[in-house]
């Protein structure tokens, strides 16, 4: 059987541009382990719907669901933007709508990282409009000095700077979403978002 392959990477180079670690595989698990039982502890008596945000939250979904020692559902929907990330007002599209019905129910949406808040902004809307009993959102990662939008983001993994991150789901032109931890890329000056579509 081949072995796991041992991370965090001293770098990650993408063309010209280096990534180096920011967040370990076993900071994150233990980061969620924590996250886990405080909704265990927010959550008693309800069955939550967990709403994972396509595509970037699959990964921390997965593990967070397992840290809640609760009964809960999940779904998933999935998101788009366009523009130029440097403008912070791309528009926001619907991909894949959700199929389960929250009409009443306690909702928990699931977020990667929340940047500027437009897409937050945006499921807050939508998701006020479905009638839920509640709705709180996680997000493993904020860019505090990024936002943009007042948006509440009820519980954080980590804040982090306002640099690009792959890995742990997140993508850099669809990729590197299968690395076990967190990356940031090296040099501050060369940050550009690529123009492509955003999950
Ligand atoms: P916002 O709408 O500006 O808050 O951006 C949120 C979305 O942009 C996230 O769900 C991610 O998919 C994507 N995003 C923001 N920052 C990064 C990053 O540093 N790396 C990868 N994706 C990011
Ligand atoms: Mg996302």
């Known amino acids: 059987m081949p072995e796991l392959k041992k991370e965090p990477k001293e770098k990650v180079t993408v063309g010209d541009e280096v990534f180096i670690p920011l967040l370990t595989e076993d900071q994150?698990?233990?980061?969620?382990?924590?996250?886990?039982?405080?909704?265990?502890?927010?959550?008693?008596?309800?069955?939550?719907?967990?709403?994972?945000?396509?595509?970037?939250?699959?990964?921390?979904?997965?593990?967070?669901?397992?840290?809640?020692?609760?009964?809960?559902?999940i779904d998933f929907f999935k998101l788009s933007s366009y523009g130029d990330e440097k403008l912070s007002s791309g528009k926001v599209k619907m991909l894949k709508e959700l199929n389960c019905d929250v009409d009443g129910r306690d909702i928990i949406i699931v977020e990667d990282i929340v940047?500027?808040?437009?897409?937050?902004?945006?499921?807050?809307?939508l998701f006020d409009e479905k009638n839920p009993k509640s709705m709180k959102v996680i997000?493993?990662?904020?860019?505090p000095e990024s936002l943009k939008y007042n948006v509440k983001i009820d519980y954080i993994g980590f804040n982090i700077p306002s640099q690009f991150v792959?890995?742990?789901?997140?993508?850099?032109?669809?990729?590197?979403?299968?690395?076990?931890?967190?990356y940031v890329l090296r040099d501050e000056t060369s940050i550009e978002r690529p123009l492509q579509t955003k999950e």
């Not at 382990?33 to 939550?48: F, H, M, N, T, W």
């Open 139 to 143: 997000s493993l990662l904020v860019k």
């Open 166 to 182: 792959i890995g742990y789901g997140l993508d850099y032109s669809q990729k590197y979403r299968n690395l076990r931890s967190i």
């Open 28 to 73: 994150i698990q233990k980061r969620i382990a924590e996250l886990g039982e405080e909704i265990r502890k927010d959550y008693q008596g309800s069955v939550p719907v967990f709403i994972g945000v396509l595509n970037g939250s699959f990964i921390f979904m997965s593990d967070l669901i397992k840290c809640v020692e609760l009964d809960c559902e």
């Open 115 to 125: 940047d500027s808040g437009l897409s937050i902004k945006y499921i807050e809307e």
